[in-house]
């Protein structure tokens, strides 16, 4: 009968590499595929520069809403 200290040391033990990131993306995908070419030649700097003033933080005043939950109402 097989210890449970042996099981998992078998189970951790093939999860377990020398490296962290075994391998690099660009080895796991094919960089031949069509949306690996297009990825490479979108302009990414001038869609970031161009889409970025609408995703910076605006200051609001915050808002009291009075709300209703499981525990009744309150501010």
Do not use: K, N
């Not at 210890?3 to 590499?17: K, V």
């Not at 962290?20 to 520069?49: N, T, Y």
């Amino acid at each position: 009968m097989l210890e449970w200290g042996a099981i998992a040391e078998g189970f951790w033990g093939s999860l377990m590499t020398d490296d962290f990131f075994p391998a690099r993306l660009e080895q796991m995908i094919d960089l031949r595929h069509p949306l690996a070419v297009l990825a490479r030649r979108i302009p990414w700097g001038q869609l970031e520069g161009a889409l970025a003033p609408s995703f910076e933080r605006q200051d609001r005043a915050g808002r009291v809403v009075a709300v209703d939950d499981l525990f009744g109402p309150r501010l």
